[in-house]
């Protein structure tokens, strides 16, 4: 019962500083979720290193913290269900051929980068840089760090700027979803490289497949005239369902060693489409919103996990390479998988700045890494910080790209950024 107090005190005092911390990212023409991440990523585990681990637990008792992950877990999957509802693509706006260019122009560069980065730190075979862990582990875990992008950050930047509903909105995010799946098969394969567990890589790809499989009945039994008619009659009771349900495919996706953002996306995608004013859109907005007011808790429970590890093997000239090959391979190459898929040039900008969004996925990723022992300290904050950087670039880029092509219409069918075809790209 103390735990439980312990863990309502802390959650009213992580919403009323996520806040403010929001609050002063719009003071400096930030992303209001750019507050949240530094809250998270950088107040909480400085402040421990700094006052010392004791008043951080007496801030955000240890009893608590367990409540708080599981509360900050249920916020991002209520958040991104909606999102997985609201983003999916028009049939007039993605065919297969170009989601794959969109695919292989965010995914294959940030790979690349990854594999060079590597190749850097292995050739200058610094110990405290270095570290012990098998080459093909640092290599793996590497490519998987430069290809992520950060689902719940990118979604949080769409809504702020008014474009989840606009036609880059909706590929960004499905791009990124798959991009995020793929990234953990590759991180699994870094854990295997540094374990030697092949059976674990099996494993992940057994829930990737089945949770994709299993959107189908799901959306087969929502999309029944009977269903529907009861979401329509009893909305609050489908809204509680629908996020008990998100919820417990986003802790089931956990568990299993995978993200909760799976999980949470694909029950979002099988929420039938109905045109954004039926009783399921509805549902899913509910839902949506409590999961937006309590994912700043997920944040600063990740921030809780990172360690006060100090620096060492800290490499300024490796930041600089780190920074300079993730804007490179994301930018360029999202903007050119764009134009491939055949988006117009400014639409096709905004997507490749997008998918430079790495935010608290990246954490994640980084933090499995040092909980593997495959990056260094020094790595560690190498990554963080150019996940942080890239992040809080987004917004300023984002503006760039308007004043020169314009804002993009936060219209679900906006015809002036709807795909060229092939012929005409």
Known sequence: MVAVLQAAAALAGVLVVARCAAGAAR??????????????????????????????TGL???????????IGVAGLALYLAGAGHTVRPRRSEVTPRSYAWLLTGSLAPGLVAGVFLAAWVLW??????????PPAAL?????????????????????????LESTEGRLSVLTAVSIDALTWLILTG???AAAGDGGRLGHAVAVIVGGALAVVPLRLVLRRKAVSALCARWPAASGAVLGAVAVAAALATERAGLTAIYGAVLVGLAVPWDDGEGPWARSVRAVAR??????????VTTGLALGTKGPSGFSWATLALA???AFVAKVAGGWAGARAAG????????????????????IAVLQAGVSAAILTPGLFLVLALMALITTAATGPLLSLVERRYGRSAGSPFPESEELLSHDDA
């Open 27 to 56: 003071l400096v023409r930030q992303p209001p979720v750019i507050g949240e991440i530094a809250l998270g990523l950088v107040l909480v585990p400085v402040l421990t290193a700094v006052a010392g681990p004791r008043v951080t």
């Open 60 to 70: 955000l008792p240890p009893d608590a913290t367990g409540y708080l992950h599981t």
């Open 124 to 133: 200058r075979d610094l110990p405290l840089e270095r570290g012990a862990a």
């Open 190 to 192: 870094a854990l295997v």
């Open 323 to 325: 920074l300079l090959l």
């Open 343 to 362: 988006l117009p040039t400014g639409p096709a900008l905004r997507i490749g700045v997008l998918m430079n969004t790495r935010g608290l996925t990246e």
């Open 139 to 163: 290599v793996l875990l590497l490519a998987a760090a430069f290809a992520v992008t950060a689902v719940p950050v990118l979604v949080r930047i769409l809504t702020d700027r008014g474009l």
């Open 290 to 299: 409590i999961g937006r007011l309590l994912v700043p808790v997920f944040f």
